[in-house]
């Protein structure tokens, strides 16, 4: 199966600093990438994705790239701010249009700590 | 529009025993998957449910079972509760026909085994 993994584990950043999570996948066949932000006591919330036919997608401060070759996806977050604090998980998984978004294989997160 | 809905959010239980889980999903959602998150760990895939049917199962053992009612509601059964089952159960949705659409999250099930 799917194998992904997640770098660093943990990460602190001064306000106004860029914060960078860096994720490997094993699975060719995996075309959909997403990035979760989890904060204390809350489910995951998808905070940006990219499809394999992308290399790269900006959301605002947000951004993901995408390099099928090397098989790895990153997250850029640019200005950050304490807010940001929370884990993010990015995840890998193969969906087929006319069919179902299959298993997610998330990496095993990063805390990212944002000082003021 | 009302996203994912799970309960209740915190449970105790003691070895043993067994539990039942629920999840509403999102408005318009027919597909819900569950995944098992264990302290400082990303979730891991459990099984998904469509057109109430078992449509994909992760390395969980026959302890864990599901169902999905005809209103895309579902339930996630755990039997014999052992320590190691101690997590946070999640429940996501998503559309069936859609496969390029993301899953959305509840906030979980937070299970403590005693």
């Known amino acids: 199966g799917e194998n992904v993994e997640q770098h660093p584990s943990t990460l602190s950043v001064q306000e106004g600093d860029s914060a960078v999570i860096k994720c490997t996948y094993s699975?060719?066949?995996?075309?959909?990438f997403p990035w979760y932000k989890q904060e204390l006591g809350k489910g995951p919330q998808l905070i940006i994705d990219?499809?394999?036919?992308?290399g790269e997608k900006k959301d605002q401060r947000i951004a993901v790239t995408l390099n099928k070759t090397a098989k790895h996806f990153s997250l850029h977050i640019t200005e950050t701010q304490p807010e940001d604090s929370a884990v993010y998980f990015c995840?890998?998984?193969?969906?087929?249009?006319?069919?179902?978004?299959?298993?997610?294989?998330f990496g095993r997160g990063t805390q990212l700590t944002v000082w003021p | 529009d009302a996203g994912v809905t799970q309960s209740p959010t915190h449970l105790i239980k003691t070895r043993g025993q067994q539990v039942t889980l629920r999840c509403s999903p999102k408005?318009?959602?027919?597909?819900v998957s569950w995944y098992q998150q264990a302290l400082g760990q990303g979730p891991q895939f459990i099984f998904q449910?469509?057109?109430?049917?078992?449509?994909q199962r992760g390395n969980f053992p026959d302890r864990f079972s599901g169902h999905q009612f005809p209103n895309y509601s579902s339930e996630l059964n755990v039997n014999a509760l052992l320590l190691g089952d101690s997590a946070l159960y999640l429940c996501?949705?998503?559309?069936?026909?859609?496969?390029?659409?993301?899953?959305?999250f509840g906030d979980g099930t937070r299970l403590s085994i005693l």
């Open positions: 996501a949705s998503s559309y069936f026909d859609r496969g390029d659409q993301p899953q959305h």
């Open positions: 699975d060719s066949a995996s075309n959909y």
């Open positions: 990219i499809r394999s036919n992308v």
């Open positions: 995840a890998a998984s193969i969906g087929v249009r006319g069919s179902t978004l299959g298993r997610l294989y």
């Open positions: 408005s318009g959602h027919d597909t």
């Open positions: 449910y469509y057109e109430e049917e078992e449509r």
